[in-house]
C-alpha cells in the first residue's frame, strides 16, 4: 500500500468520528508539565486546528505551574503549597499573571504558526470567571480562589466566529481582587458551563493508575464512583486528585465523557478523538 493509500485510510477511519463531533465543543486542559517539550507543544498546536478544521470546537484552557516556579527562582522568591496548592500572596500572584500571561500568548502564537485563529483570554475577559476565596482545612492561603461562576458568552462568540480561545485560570473575587486558580479545576467547571462534549485533561503521566508509580497499572475506564473512592481513600497521588475531580465536575453538569490522557505522547489528542483505542482513562 502506498503513502498516499495509507493516509485516505486513515481518513476514512476518523470519518465516524469526525461526523459524531462536527459542530461539538470539546475542552482541552493542557497541563503545566505536559508542555515543557516545544516538539509536543507544537504538534498539540496542529492538533487543534485540525480539529477544528473538520468543524470541532476546541477551548484550551492551560496551566503553568513549572513556568511560575521557574520565574519564581529568578527573582529570589520561595514556593510553598498546602494540599498540593500554592501559597499565593500579593507578589506571588503578579508572578502567576505574568507567567500565565506569557505562556498564553506563546500558545496563540502557537495555534497561528499552525494555520489556525487563536485568542487569547484570562478568566477576567467578558466575565468568563467569578471567583472565591479558597481556605483549605480552614488555613488561609492567600489569594488562591476557586471557580463560583462561569459565563461562557465569550467563549461561544469566539468558537462560532472561527477562534480557538485559550484560557488561562486567573479570575476576578467576587468582591474585587484576582485568585489564582487551579487549572484542572477550572477545566471542569468550564466544560460544565459550556454543556461540551468532551473533557481531556492532558498530563505527563500515562493516565490514572491502580497502583502508582506502576505503569502497568493503568486503568483504561473508571465509573465516577471509583474515581470517588480513589479521592476519598488517597489511593489517587496528590497530583491526580484535581484531575479526577475535574472530570467529576465535568459530567456532572453534562458533559458526555472525561479523559485524562498522557499530553507527552505524539499527537495524543487526535488519538483520542479520531481513534477507537483511544489513550489514557477514561470516567465514565
Known amino acids: 500500500m502506498s503513502i498516499y493509500q495509507t493516509r485516505a485510510e486513515t ?71 498546602v494540599d498540593g496548592l500554592r501559597v499565593t500572596d500579593a507578589e506571588t500572584m503578579e508572578l502567576v499573571e505574568m507567567a500565565l500571561g506569557a505562556l498564553n500568548k506563546g500558545l496563540v502564537a502557537g495555534v497561528q504558526a499552525a494555520g489556525g485563529k487563536a485568542a487569547g483570554l484570562s478568566g477576567k475577559d467578558g466575565g468568563l470567571f467569578t471567583a472565591r476565596k479558597l481556605t483549605p482545612g480552614g488555613k488561609d492561603i492567600g489569594f488562591v480562589g476557586e471557580v463560583s461562576g462561569v459565563n461562557p458568552e465569550i467563549l461561544e462568540t469566539l468558537t462560532a466566529s472561527g477562534y480557538i480561545p485559550i484560557v488561562c485560570s486567573v479570575a476576578p473575587g467576587q468582591e474585587g481582587g484576582t485568585y489564582n486558580v487551579n487549572a ?51 489511593a489517587a497521588g496528590e497530583g491526580m486528585i484535581p484531575k479526577l475531580q475535574s472530570c467529576l465536575d465535568a459530567l456532572a453538569g453534562g458533559v458526555h465523557s472525561a479523559h485524562i490522557i498522557d499530553g507527552r505522547r505524539p499527537h495524543s489528542l487526535l488519538v483520542e478523538v479520531f481513534t477507537d483505542a483511544g489513550i489514557g482513562t477514561m470516567i465514565a
Open 184 to 234: 484542572d479545576l477550572a477545566a471542569g467547571a468550564l466544560a460544565a458551563a459550556l454543556k461540551a462534549e468532551k473533557l481531556i485533561v492532558m498530563t505527563d503521566v500515562e493516565g490514572v493508575l491502580k497502583e502508582y508509580p506502576n505503569k502497568e497499572s493503568l486503568l483504561s475506564r473508571i465509573s465516577s464512583d471509583e474515581a470517588k473512592e480513589m479521592i476519598a481513600s488517597g
Open 11 to 81: 481518513l476514512i477511519q476518523a470519518l465516524p468520528y469526525i461526523q459524531r463531533f462536527a459542530g461539538k465543543t470539546v475542552v482541552v486542559k493542557y497541563g503545566g508539565n505536559a508542555m515543557t517539550d516545544p516538539e509536543r507543544k507544537a504538534e498539540v498546536m496542529k492538533d487543534l486546528v485540525l480539529m477544528q478544521a473538520v468543524n470541532i470546537r476546541p477551548v484550551l484552557l492551560h496551566g503553568g505551574g513549572p513556568e511560575i516556579d521557574r520565574l519564581a527562582a529568578k527573582v529570589g522568591l520561595e514556593t510553598k503549597r
